[in-house]
């Protein structure tokens, strides 16, 4: 049988036997029942004002010391009228509050764990932390402790990072929960005109049912990685800010969602593409639209040119979905720009060069990571694997080691049926190139990235070096798919 009938057949069989069998072999997973999620049953308000994230408070009084504390804990949230839904929020809030610091600063910041009965981590994605201040599920922070994570911003590290959990197969449900927040390391001379603003917009994904609760997963979440009914913006629907017209404005755009691909247009106005996940790219690029992957970031400068309204909506993108369900992804306006008849103050022009990024020398060592996934019947149940290079994430097991310093191809080949966007901690890369049907192209700018969307069938092959050494994760940012095996480690010597 051809493989895809394979699944849609096999998930079938399990959704009827459901009650009977069905059966996921996972640790740590909550009890979930295996039918659709609940759909539209709660009604979130549109059309607020944009809210402002809340920004993390410096502590401390010495120049070049960011010094603060993050508490994970539970709180609600009122996402609809008239019902409080209990989440996670870092500091109560979710998103949780803004961190930025400047390139050079020293950054101190203790983590408290106050979530009931489970352990967590912070993991700074995309930042240049040493390994053991990385948030690894194998530094777990016990519930009820508290632990400080140190590190530097070297000087060139600008850039729109953010922090999540990631302890040991719990991070999908403590990020869908509530846990994640924007760090946005801001360099010493900035080439953008401080003008434009610097707005950053986190996109999480929210499912609420009818009590106002979020519902457990399901088996079709664990599968794709959990969609919501309602992608918010700050964890607002459908926000709105009225600027005057002629304004150009500077946002940075966070996929913070579990696995929901965001391709995105901003009706009305013209974006112009100036950064990525580690900062600003060579020169600005215009898009009519543009896909962010699950954690990826974009920093953006948005033109709007004519009094009216500016929709930023959802478009068509096919990610691969198994079996029934797959969510509707156009046409979602997730954002609203009201300009207004008002002109704006002049601005300075972007600037035609914003940095330079140096390309890598010739790599010592070429690796491939093949992304395979499995389903399998049997007695009890379904089985389940998302792996790479055949194997389910094992905490104990070194999959690579690597030389700090070093510079290395890694060649990442998808062989599944969904697109798999491929995160690896602890440094910045540069893609090279993409293969897909025999058919190689390279990416349209020279970029800084922590993550990469590998689509099915395709290949990406891409440069990078650890610099510093320790044990760094390599996973799918889909989060179901990092904890139904889609991860490894590699171990960079000195
Ligand atoms: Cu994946």
Same mark, same amino acid.
């Given at each position: 049988m051809h493989r895809r009938g394979f699944l849609a057949a096999g998930l079938a069989t399990v959704l009827v036997s459901q009650r009977a069998t069905a059966q996921m072999k996972m640790d740590n997973m909550p009890g979930m029942d295996m039918g659709a999620a609940p759909q539209g049953a709660a009604v979130l308000p549109e059309g607020e004002a944009l809210r402002d994230l809340s920004r993390l408070a410096n502590e401390a009084d010495t120049p070049g010391l960011f010094k603060a504390k993050l508490t994970a804990e539970s709180?609600?949230?009122?996402?609809?009228? =008239?019902? /409080?839904?209990? !989440?996670? =929020?870092?500091?109560?809030?979710?998103? =949780?509050?803004?961190?930025?610091?400047?390139e050079g600063d020293r950054v101190e910041i203790t983590f408290a764990n106050r979530i009931a009965d489970e352990a967590s981590t912070i993991h700074w994605h995309g930042m240049p932390v040493p390994a053991d201040q990385d948030g690894n599920p194998m530094d777990p922070v016990a519930a009820g402790t508290d632990r400080t994570y140190s590190f530097d911003l070297p000087e060139g590290s600008a850039g729109s990072y953010w922090y999540h959990p990631h302890p040991h197969g719990k991070t999908a449900e403590q990020v869908y929960r509530g846990l994640a927040g924007a760090f946005v390391v801001k360099p010493k001379a900035d080439p953008i005109p401080a003008a434009y603003g610097d707005t950053v917009l986190v996109f999480t994904d929210l499912r609420l049912a &009818? /009590?106002?609760?979020? +519902? $457990?997963?399901?088996?079709? /979440?664990?599968?794709?990685?959990?969609? =919501? /009914?309602?992608? #918010?913006?700050?964890g607002q629907k459908n926000p709105v800010l009225t600027v005057p017209f002629g304004t150009k404005r500077r946002f940075r755009f966070y996929n913070a969602t579990n696995a929901r691909f965001l391709r995105l247009s901003f009706d009305g106005a013209p974006m112009t593409i100036i950064g990525t996940d580690g900062g600003l790219l060579e020169a600005p690029v215009a898009a009519d639209d543009i896909l962010l992957s699950p954690a990826e970031r974009l920093e953006l400068i948005v033109s709007f040119e004519k009094p009216g309204t500016a929709t930023l909506s959802t478009l068509d993108y096919d990610r691969g979905w198994m079996g029934a369900g797959r969510p509707a992804d156009a046409g979602l306006a997730l954002f609203t720009v009201n300009v207004s008849e008002t002109p704006a103050e002049p601005a300075p022009p972007? +600037? $035609?060069?914003?940095?330079? !990024? &140096? %390309?890598?020398?010739? +790599? &010592?060592?070429?690796?491939?990571?093949?992304?395979?996934?499995?389903?399998?019947m049997n007695a009890t149940g379904m089985e389940m694997g998302f792996l790479i290079n055949g194997a389910a994430f094992d905490i104990k097991r070194v999959d690579v080691v690597a030389k700090a310093g070093q510079v290395e191809l890694w060649e990442i080949v998808n062989k599944t049926d969904m697109d798999h966007p491929f995160h690896v901690h602890g440094t910045q890369f540069q893609v090279v190139e993409h293969e897909r049907g025999g058919e190689i192209s390279k990416p349209a700018y020279r970029a800084w990235k922590d993550t990469v969307n590998v689509a099915r069938g395709e290949t990406v092959r891409l440069l990078l070096r650890q610099d510093r050494p320790g044990p760094r994760m390599y996973h799918c940012h !889909?989060?179901?798919?990092? %904890? #139904?095996?889609m991860m490894g480690i590699v171990d960079v010597q000195a």
């Open positions: 709180t609600t949230a009122r996402f609809a009228e =008239g019902l /409080d839904t209990p !989440i996670l =929020g870092y500091n109560g809030t979710s998103p =949780g509050p803004l961190i930025e610091a400047v &009818a /009590d106002g609760t979020l +519902p $457990d997963s399901t088996m079709t /979440d664990l599968m794709n990685g959990r969609v =919501g /009914d309602h992608v #918010l913006v700050n972007l +600037p $035609d060069r914003l940095r330079p !990024i &140096a %390309q890598f020398g010739a +790599p &010592a060592v070429s690796r491939r990571f093949v992304f395979t996934e499995t389903m399998t !889909i989060l179901e798919h990092e %904890q #139904l095996g």
